[in-house]
């Protein structure tokens, strides 16, 4: 997954530069808006794949963790199981979406089919599904345990620690 975002975020750089270098000779790319566009969608996607797999999307830590250890794991279960079914139906639908576009081709490159280009709506949704499963025994047992680690929170009290004053000075 890390290997699949680098290469798109290189190869999306690697465009804009080279669609400006081409603007700017007055030389301009007929396909660059719409790539580049593309190539965002893709490397959203994909990254967010690899957030759910390192367990960096959205939560609510705070709010779970409030509740008791019985109640926080059935509220994950639940948590999990709808997101769950949302990959599940994006999937589907993604599916049913590719369907709908056989035969349709990229304006600006018509030897480029939208299957092609759309295929990261199901594809993400299965790894997004395959990110959850593999997390699940470990946010379980978060759940069942002390409770979840809040990210942000960690972040922001590292950063004040990093910016306290060196002296040993008082963080107010």
Not at 98 to 126: E, F, K, M, R
Not at 138 to 143: G, H, K, R, T, Y
Request: charged share 15%; hydrophobic share 60%.
């Amino acid at each position: 997954m890390e290997v699949i975002a680098a290469a798109l975020m290189a190869a999306l750089t690697g465009i804009i530069v080279l669609g400006f270098v081409f603007r700017a000779i007055d030389l301009s790319l007929v396909w660059y808006d719409e790539i580049a566009s593309i190539g965002l969608c893709w490397l959203t996607y994909y990254g967010s794949a690899l957030a759910a797999l390192r367990g960096a999307h959205i939560g609510f830590p705070g709010i779970v963790n409030a509740f008791p250890p019985s109640l926080r794991v059935a509220s994950t279960i639940v948590a999990e199981i709808i997101v769950l079914a949302f990959f599940v139906i994006l999937t589907v639908t993604g599916l049913e979406v590719l369907d709908i576009l056989q035969g349709s081709t990229l304006v600006s490159l018509p030897n480029v089919s939208l299957v092609v280009t759309q295929s990261v709506i199901p594809i993400t949704a299965v790894l997004f599904i395959i990110a959850e499963l593999i997390r699940f025994p470990e946010v379980l047992a978060a759940a069942r345990g002390a409770g979840f680690e809040d990210h942000e929170l960690k972040e922001a009290l590292e950063t004040v620690h990093e910016s306290a004053p060196a002296a040993g000075g008082n963080v107010r």
